[in-house]
Each structure stands twice: as structure tokens, then as C-alpha cells.
């Protein structure tokens, strides 16, 4: 499978750590400092991940050029346009794919590397020779008012890449990826209310139909989990840490980038950030980062790329790719 394109909205709504600190006991120095976040975007009232989904994708397709047709549709979101059906099928049709197979990934944080190993697997099996891979999460619908855990950190947007059929030593070939998950973990970030789970009678009335997330414990079990699952995705490449020239990490928390890098003796300067301008956005968090990186020139055509994502669900995934030529963004 190859990077064949990319794309990246984010909404047009700018929420910076001062706007948060005059409706929340915060401050831009606490988070900046905690977080590596300066702004984040907001969704506008009535758009939702379907709508940025949407734009991301057309982004992509736009990028990778006209005329070459998409055989599936694979849309990595935690917040989908509702819950039943999946919003996959409405951006195929949005998009004028066709009657293409289309259909969402909730792995949540690492929901665009599931999305795009499972991209990985239809390719291999014969069943699309070219599909659109896309991450989008508005997670601004379902963060507490009041809750200063969740509300400084998470931002909406979406990404999107176009994958196609390609040889395992061309540029752009992506290798075998690891995925992984653990259950046991499954508290520590959730929205337990609007599944086919009777609602909690301890939860305060409504509350439940906003994240919850355990921070602290999330961050000490997301460093060596990303940490371990990008060795065995380098290890499935045959590259060690020193072969890698950028690593394009989920945009969680500053400090877990930066920790992780550590972990993995990789120098700060090859590890890529724009949490600063986008925060946490889960699912899209990766394809936004890749089309800023290459938009940025941060990395280019011939580089070794390391990706890795770790997030609720538990669950966690690394993959490595080459990065192709592709038109500037
Ligand atoms: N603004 C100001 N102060 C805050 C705050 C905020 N938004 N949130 C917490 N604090 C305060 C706490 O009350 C506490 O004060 P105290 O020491 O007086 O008791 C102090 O800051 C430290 O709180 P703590 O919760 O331990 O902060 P932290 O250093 O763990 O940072 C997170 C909190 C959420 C930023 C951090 O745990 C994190 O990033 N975790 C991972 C989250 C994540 O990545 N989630 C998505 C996974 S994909």
C-alpha cells in the first residue's frame, strides 16, 4: 500500500488557552506549559464530523489528482455524525464516490492507523485497489462545559489520505503495522452514555453523555505503549530508531511526544509537532499532522516516516511508511 495524497480541515472557529481562561479556572501559561497547546479549533453549530470529514476528503482526493477512482471509503471517528449508521457511507455519497464500500473505525485516538492498516488489508485481499482513508472527530459536542481536563486539550478537525496498490519498495509503500488494544483500560476515557448500556445510576443526570478521561493515568500508560508499538513496527520494517528521519506521533500532549521520543533515543528534532496550533483532535490527529508536515516541509520525498498513535480504548498502533513525492499543499 503507498500515500497517494493527502488533505487536512480544520473549522474556522480559533479557540486559544486565553479564551478558555476567561470561561474556566485556567490559564494560558497551565496549559501551554502542561500541554504544548496555544489554540485549538471549534466546530461550528450544526457541523459535524461528517462535514469535516468531507472536506478533508475532497482535499485529498483534490491533491491526488482527478480521475482515479475510490474503491472504499474508511472514516476513523469516536464522534460520527450519529450514532446509527455509520458516517462513512453519507461522505462516500457527499463526495460523488459512488456506491463504493464505506463503512467507520472507532479506535478513538488511534483510530486513523486502524483505519488505515484495515485500508492496508482490503488492498492486500483484492477488494479496493485505491481507497480514502480519513480521521475526523468533533469532540467539542461532547466535552463538559465545565471541565477544564478535557476542554484545554481537544480540538475538532479532520484528515485524510488516499492509499492505493503499489509495490512494497516503492516510495510511499507503508509496512506492516502494529495495532493492539487492552479493555481493562476502557474507564480511563470515555463517553459512558448513548450506547445500548442502560445509563449509570451514579452518574449526575446528563453527565455521562460528556467524555470522562483520567489524565494522569492515561499519560503514564501512553508512553511506553507508544514507545513499544513503534519497535515492533520498525522491527516488521527491518529499520531501527536511527534509520527514522521524522516520527509523526498522535498529537496528544506535548510532553507524552516528547517523553516518547526519549523512550526511543529519538532526537526532539525529528519528532513532528503542531499540537501548538491544532490540540487533540483524536481521530484526525495523525492525517492532520502528516499533510501539515508536508505542507511545513518538515518532511520530504525519500524520508523514512515513523507513525504511531495511542489513545482510549484502551488501544495503540505504529507503522512505518517512506514518504513519496507528492504535490506541494
Ligand atoms: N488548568 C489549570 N490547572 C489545572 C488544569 C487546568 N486545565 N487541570 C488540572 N489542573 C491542576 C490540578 O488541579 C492540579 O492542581 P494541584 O496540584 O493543586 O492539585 C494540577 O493542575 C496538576 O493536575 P494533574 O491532573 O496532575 O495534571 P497533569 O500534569 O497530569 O496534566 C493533563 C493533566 C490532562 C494535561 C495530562 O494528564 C495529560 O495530558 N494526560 C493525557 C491526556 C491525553 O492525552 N488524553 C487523550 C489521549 S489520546
Known amino acids: 500500500m503507498v500515500l497517494a495524497g493527502l488533505g487536512a480541515y480544520l473549522p474556522e472557529e480559533v ?40 472536506e478533508a476528503g475532497r482535499e ?3 491533491h491526488h489528482g482527478e480521475g482515479t477512482a475510490i474503491d472504499a471509503v474508511v472514516v476513523a471517528t469516536s464522534t460520527p455524525h450519529r450514532l446509527c449508521p455509520a458516517t462513512a457511507p453519507d461522505v462516500a455519497t457527499a463526495l460523488g464516490l459512488g456506491h463504493v464500500p464505506a463503512f467507520d473505525v472507532a ?26 482513508v480519513i480521521g475526523s472527530d468533533v469532540f467539542s459536542s461532547f466535552l463538559y462545559p465545565s471541565d477544564r481536563n478535557t476542554r484545554v486539550i481537544f480540538g475538532d478537525g ?34 459512558g452514555g448513548g450506547g445500548s448500556m442502560p445509563p449509570s445510576e451514579d452518574a449526575p443526570a446528563g453527565r ?19 514507545a513499544d508499538s513503534c519497535r515492533v513496527a520498525l522491527d516488521r520494517r527491518g529499520w531501527s530508531i536511527e534509520d527514522v528521519d521524522v516520527m509523526i506521533g498522535h498529537q496528544a ?61 484502551l488501544t495503540w498502533g505504529s507503522t512505518t511508511l517512506t514518504w513519496p513525492e507528492l504535490p506541494t499543499i
Not at 25 to 46: H, P, Y
Not at 110 to 119: D, I, L, N, R, W
Not at 164 to 184: I, M, Q, T, V
Request: charged share 20%; aromatic share 4%; hydrophobic share 45%.
Open 15 to 54: 479557540v486559544t488557552n486565553d479564551d478558555l481562561s476567561r470561561v474556566m479556572d485556567t490559564s494560558d501559561e497551565w496549559i501551554s506549559s502542561r500541554t504544548g497547546i496555544s489554540q485549538r479549533r471549534r466546530a461550528a453549530e450544526g457541523q459535524t464530523s461528517l462535514h469535516l470529514a468531507v
Open 60 to 62: 485529498a482526493l483534490k
Open 107 to 132: 479506535a478513538v485516538c488511534s483510530g486513523f492507523v486502524y483505519a488505515a492498516a484495515t485500508a492496508q488489508g482490503l488492498i492486500a485481499a483484492g477488494t479496493a485497489r485505491t481507497v480514502l
Open 158 to 191: 479532520a484528515g485524510a489520505a488516499v492509499v492505493r496498490a503499489g509495490d512494497h519498495d516503492e516510495p510511499g509503500a507503508f509496512g506492516a503495522f502494529d495495532l493492539g488494544s487492552d479493555g481493562e483500560g476502557s474507564d480511563l476515557i470515555t463517553i
Open 208 to 226: 455521562d453523555q460528556f467524555l470522562a478521561m483520567e489524565g494522569r493515568e492515561v499519560y503514564r500508560r501512553s508512553i511506553p505503549g507508544m
Open 253 to 313: 500532549n506535548i510532553r507524552i511526544l516528547d517523553a516518547v521520543a526519549r523512550n526511543l533515543d529519538l532526537e526532539r528534532e525529528r519528532c513532528y509537532v503542531n499540537i501548538d496550533r491544532v490540540g487533540n483532535t483524536a481521530g484526525a490527529s495523525i492525517p492532520i499532522a502528516m499533510t501539515h508536515a508536508h505542507a511545513d516541509g518538515a518532511v520530504r520525498a525519500g524520508d523514512k516516516v515513523l507513525l504511531t498513535a495511542f489513545g482510549a480504548g
